[in-house]
Structures are given as structure tokens and as C-alpha cells.
């Protein structure tokens, strides 16, 4: 099982600390797409957290069910309005399963890469397809890992610079580890959270989705369909279930 590294502590600042992904530019065409890729049927959320997307994605009227291993982040979710409503299943996101069978399971905001072996990320393509129903979708939100812009020789580059936060993602490219580094700024110093990954490349996902008996059927660069470049910074990838 996954360590749980979203307990009372974080989970209590998590949508402050996050408050840039609630913004109704951000989540609003994640929605969207998600509803529409729902096709009126349940969705299941992989780590659903504190129930940024999952609520918003209930008052949209799509049934939601959620997987989420830590309890702290449970507990946030349970505290908004409507989080009450939803059914969530405490547990890891690569083997816990639930009953029944869903149109679509999501997964977003780079959740994959805390699995940080390449089996548990396989085992998550798995449960994903283990509980879609027959043309139902796996949708992942995901980055590209951004090694070009390590200099040569160099290990780490700067991910955000700001008043109070600023971060540092560390790579090991021989085991595709990174651990980004996120220092901010309070009222009794700095507080440091340090984060291990596992980064993975969108033709290594292909493969997982492949061996989950999944075949991929769109890409873009963001939520709002941008092509998927050379240049794009992360990816929005959907997979489907074939039908029998």
C-alpha cells in the first residue's frame, strides 16, 4: 500500500495551499469534460482528497464514488456541503476496489506519480479498468517530466518562485524518481514538505493502459482540448474500455 503523506497536517491546509486549482478557470473545464466524458453514467474518483472535482462533479448531477487512502483528507471532504452524500471507500488507489461498474474513473492533478513504483502504477491501470464498464473511459491528468530543462550534470531545477512559496523538483533519471521540494514562508519561519514521485512518460501510460486491456482514444494538452505538443507541460490522456 501507498504511505499516506496527506495526513491532519496537510490535509488541513491542502485547499488553501491549493487554492489556484478551485479557481473556476481551472475546474470548471475539468468538469465539463468529466461530465461529458460520463455520458450520464457514475464516475469513480482514484484519490478523490478533499472533493475538489468529485463535488463539483456530484452538483453537476453525475453519481460519484471515491477511493482515497488517507483518512485526514476524508475528513476535510466530509466537513463541505454535499460531502457527506458521497460514497468513499478508504484505501489505495492501485488495489482497493468497490462495488460495481462505472462509466468513467478519473484521476487528475498528477495523483499518479505518488504511486512511486512502476508496479503500482500498473496496478492502478488495472483496478481503473477492473471497474469500467464496457466503452467506459479511465480519463488521467498528468505532467510531462521536464528533464530539458535540467542543465548538463545538473539534478534539480526550480519549479515556482513567489511571495511566500517557492519549489524545487529533484530528478534520479536512472530510476525515474523525482522528489519536489516546497518551501513556505509563515509567520514562525519556513515550513519545508518534501514529496517522492515516480515520473512516467505518456508512451510508458500507453503501455500500463494496454496491459490493463485499455486502448488510448484522445490526448490534448489541457482541459479546454489544446492539441498535446512537444512543449505541452502536462497531459489530460483518455483511455477506453472496448467493447465486448
Not at 142 to 154: A, F, K, N, S, T
Not at 213 to 218: A, K, M, S, V
Not at 219 to 244: L, M, Q, Y
Request: proline share 7%; net charge negative.
Amino acid at each position: 500500500m501507498t504511505d499516506d503523506r496527506f495526513g491532519p497536517d496537510v490535509a488541513s491546509r491542502y485547499d488553501a495551499d491549493s487554492a489556484a486549482m478551485f479557481a473556476p478557470e481551472v475546474l470548471g473545464p475539468t468538469v465539463d469534460r468529466l461530465a461529458a466524458l460520463a455520458h450520464g453514467g457514475p464516475a469513480l474518483e482514484l484519490a478523490i482528497g478533499t472533493g475538489r472535482v468529485g463535488l463539483a462533479l456530484a452538483a453537476r448531477g453525475v453519481p460519484v464514488t471515491g477511493i482515497e487512502l488517507s483518512p485526514a483528507m476524508v475528513e476535510q471532504l466530509r466537513g463541505k456541503p454535499g460531502g457527506a452524500d458521497l460514497p468513499v471507500t478508504l484505501g489505495d488507489m492501485a488495489t482497493t476496489t468497490v462495488d460495481g461498474t462505472f462509466s468513467l474513473v478519473y484521476l487528475v492533478f498528477n495523483t499518479l506519480v505518488n504511486l512511486t513504483s512502476q508496479d503500482a502504477q500498473v496496478d492502478c491501470f488495472a483496478n481503473a479498468a477492473r471497474h469500467l464498464d464496457p466503452g467506459g473511459c479511465f480519463v488521467v491528468e498528468v505532467g510531462v517530466p521536464q528533464l530539458r530543462r535540467l542543465p548538463p550534470g545538473e539534478r534539480a531545477n526550480v519549479l515556482a518562485t513567489g511571495e511566500t512559496h517557492w519549489s524545487i523538483a529533484e530528478f534520479d533519471v536512472v530510476d525515474q524518481r523525482q522528489v519536489s521540494h516546497h518551501f513556505t514562508a509563515t509567520e514562525h519561519g519556513f515550513r519545508l514538505r518534501s514529496i517522492p514521485f515516480r515520473y512516467v512518460w505518456p508512451a510508458e501510460l500507453d503501455l500500463m493502459a494496454r496491459l490493463a486491456g485499455l486502448r488510448l482514444r484522445d490526448r490534448w494538452g489541457d482541459w479546454r482540448d489544446a492539441p498535446f505538443t512537444a512543449d505541452s507541460r502536462r497531459h489530460i490522456s483518455v483511455w477506453e474500455k472496448p467493447n465486448r
